[in-house]
C-alpha cells in the first residue's frame, strides 16, 4: 500500500485504517520503519521497554536536545524522571496550579475581547501554555516570545528528523538559546525552583546538563501537546454546533469534550520505539534494530474499542480510553497540567466570548506528521 508523507501530514485518517485492517504491523518506506495502527498492538508495544525502547541514538528527540526522560528507558529512566515528577501529580497540580491557570486564561482573554476576533492558537493557547510550564519549573523570567520561538525551531528540526531529513542548524541553535536562557533557574534556590531542585544532591544530583535536557522536553511537551490539545478542542467544539449545544446546555460535559477531542486527533499523533531483537508482531518479522512507530491517531480511531470512531460525540462513554497521553513507562508526565489547562481555557473562551465561532474566510483543519493541530486557529465573536 501507498504512503506518502503528505498524506500523513494531512489527511492520514482513511489511510491508517487501511492499514490497520488489512496489516496492522505495516513496513512504511517513506518512514524507514515499521507502523503500528491498531490499538492493542500500541499498547503492547508501549508497555514492553525491554523489546521496545527508547534507547537509541536515531531517537528524534534526543538528536535534538540530547539524553532525557524521553530517550532512556529502565534506571537511567527514573534517574531522569523522579526528580520532576511529584510537583506533577494529580493532587499537587490542582493545588498549585487551579487558580494561577484560570488568572492566566483571563488575562490572555482581557487582551483579545474587545477585539472580536483573534488567531487563538498565540494568542491565548500557546502563551498559556508556555506561562504555565516555564512557572512550573521555576523559569518564571521566561520571555514568552522567545521561548515560543525556540520550540517552534525545535519541533521543526523533529519533524524533520521524523521525515527523513538531516537535523537542521536552527534546532541546535534554538535547543543552545534556550540552555543559556535556563542558566539562572539552575542556580536559584531549589525551594522555588524545580530545575536547581532537580540537580540538588537531595534529588540524586542529576547533572546539571541533564537537567537541561530534561527541562527542554518539559517545555517541548508542555508548549507543543498543551497548545495542540487547546487548539484542536476548540476546533472540534466549533466545528459540531450541535455537540458545542450540548456541552453549552450542560457544562459537566466539558471534560470528556476534552477526551474525545484528544482521542479524535492526538497532538502527537506517533511516538517512536526500536526493537531490542527479533520480534513477530501482528505477522510482521521486526528485527533488532528496526525503528517501530506508534500511531496514536490510529490506536485513537480503532473501531474495536470505540464504535463510529471518525464521529465526534462529547457524550461517548469510553473517550478516556484513548492512548493520546501514550502508556506504560513512558506515560506523560504532564497530563494533569494539560488537562487542567486545556479545562481552564476551552471552558473561559466559551464563557467570555459571546457566539464564538470559526472565522469563515479563514478555514482551519489540523495537520502534522509528528504533531497535529490546526497552523492558524481564526474565530470571531460578538463583542460585548
Given at each position: 500500500m501507498t504512503v506518502t508523507l503528505e498524506e500523513l501530514d494531512r489527511e492520514p485518517y482513511a489511510l491508517l485504517a487501511r492499514l490497520r485492517e488489512a496489516e496492522p504491523v505495516s513496513w512504511v518506506g517513506v518512514l524507514d520503519g515499521w507502523l503500528v495502527t491498531r490499538r492493542d498492538l500500541a499498547l503492547h508495544v508501549m508497555r514492553a521497554p525491554e523489546t521496545f525502547t527508547v534507547d537509541d541514538p536515531r531517537f528524534s528527540t534526543g538528536r535534538v536536545v540530547g539524553p532525557s526522560m524521553l530517550t532512556l528507558d529502565g534506571p537511567e529512566h527514573r534517574r531522569h524522571r523522579d526528580p520532576f515528577a511529584g510537583p506533577f501529580r494529580l493532587a499537587p497540580v490542582r493545588a498549585r496550579f487551579t487558580e494561577a491557570v484560570?488568572?492566566?486564561?483571563?488575562?490572555?482573554?482581557?487582551?483579545?475581547?474587545?477585539?472580536?476576533?483573534?488567531?487563538?492558537?498565540?494568542?491565548?493557547?500557546?502563551?498559556?501554555?508556555?506561562?504555565?510550564?516555564?512557572?512550573?519549573?521555576?523559569?518564571?523570567?521566561?520571555?514568552?516570545?522567545?521561548?515560543?520561538?525556540?520550540?517552534?525551531?525545535?519541533?521543526?528540526?523533529?519533524?524533520?528528523?521524523?521525515?527523513?531529513?538531516?537535523?537542521?542548524?536552527?534546532?541546535?541553535?534554538?535547543?543552545?538559546?534556550?540552555?543559556?536562557?535556563?542558566?539562572?533557574?539552575?542556580?536559584?534556590?531549589?525551594?522555588?525552583?524545580?530545575?536547581?531542585?532537580?540537580?540538588?544532591?537531595?534529588?540524586?544530583?542529576?547533572?546539571r546538563e541533564r537537567v537541561v535536557s530534561n527541562a527542554a522536553v518539559m517545555l517541548f511537551g508542555g508548549i507543543e501537546t498543551t497548545e495542540g490539545m487547546i487548539a484542536n478542542a476548540v476546533l472540534h467544539l466549533l466545528s459540531h454546533p450541535d455537540q458545542l449545544a450540548l456541552v453549552r446546555a450542560e457544562?459537566?460535559?466539558?471534560?470528556?469534550?476534552?477526551?474525545?477531542?484528544?482521542?479524535?486527533?492526538?497532538?502527537?499523533?506517533?511516538?517512536?520505539?526500536?526493537?531490542?531483537?527479533?520480534?513477530e508482531l501482528a505477522g510482521a518479522a521486526i528485527r533488532r534494530g528496526d525503528l517501530v512507530r506508534i500511531s496514536i491517531t490510529a490506536a485513537n480511531r480503532d473501531p474495536a474499542t470505540f464504535p463510529?470512531?471518525?464521529?465526534?460525540?462529547?457524550?461517548?462513554?469510553?473517550?478516556?480510553?484513548?492512548?493520546?497521553?501514550?502508556?506504560?513507562?513512558?506515560?506523560?508526565?504532564?497530563?494533569h497540567l494539560a488537562r487542567l489547562e486545556a479545562h481552564s481555557a476551552v471552558a473561559r473562551?466559551?464563557?467570555?466570548?459571546?457566539?464564538?465561532?470559526?472565522?469563515?474566510?479563514?478555514?482551519?483543519?489540523?495537520?502534522?506528521?509528528?504533531?497535529?493541530?490546526?497552523?492558524?486557529?481564526?474565530v470571531m465573536w460578538t463583542r460585548s
Open positions: 484560570a488568572r492566566e486564561t483571563d488575562r490572555l482573554i482581557d487582551a483579545i475581547a474587545p477585539a472580536g476576533e483573534a488567531e487563538l492558537r498565540r494568542s491565548v493557547a500557546g502563551p498559556l501554555a508556555t506561562a504555565t510550564v516555564t512557572h512550573a519549573l521555576g523559569f518564571d523570567d521566561a520571555d514568552t516570545d522567545a521561548v515560543l520561538g525556540w520550540y517552534d525551531r525545535i519541533v521543526a528540526a523533529v519533524t524533520e528528523i521524523t521525515a527523513g531529513r538531516p537535523l537542521p542548524a536552527s534546532g541546535r541553535e534554538a535547543y543552545a538559546a534556550l540552555a543559556a536562557a535556563l542558566g539562572p533557574a539552575l542556580d536559584a534556590d531549589p525551594d522555588t525552583s524545580l530545575l536547581a531542585a532537580a540537580a540538588s544532591a537531595a534529588a540524586g544530583g542529576l547533572e457544562p459537566s460535559l466539558l471534560p470528556n469534550a476534552i477526551e474525545e477531542s484528544l482521542r479524535l486527533e492526538p497532538a502527537a499523533a506517533v511516538i517512536d520505539r526500536y526493537a531490542t531483537a527479533d520480534v463510529d470512531p471518525d464521529r465526534f460525540d462529547v457524550r461517548r462513554a469510553d473517550a478516556r480510553l484513548h492512548v493520546a497521553f501514550a502508556h506504560g513507562p513512558h506515560v506523560c508526565i504532564g497530563m473562551l466559551l464563557e467570555r466570548l459571546p457566539a464564538l465561532r470559526l472565522d469563515p474566510a479563514r478555514p482551519a483543519a489540523p495537520r502534522g506528521l509528528v504533531f497535529r493541530k490546526p497552523p492558524e486557529l481564526h
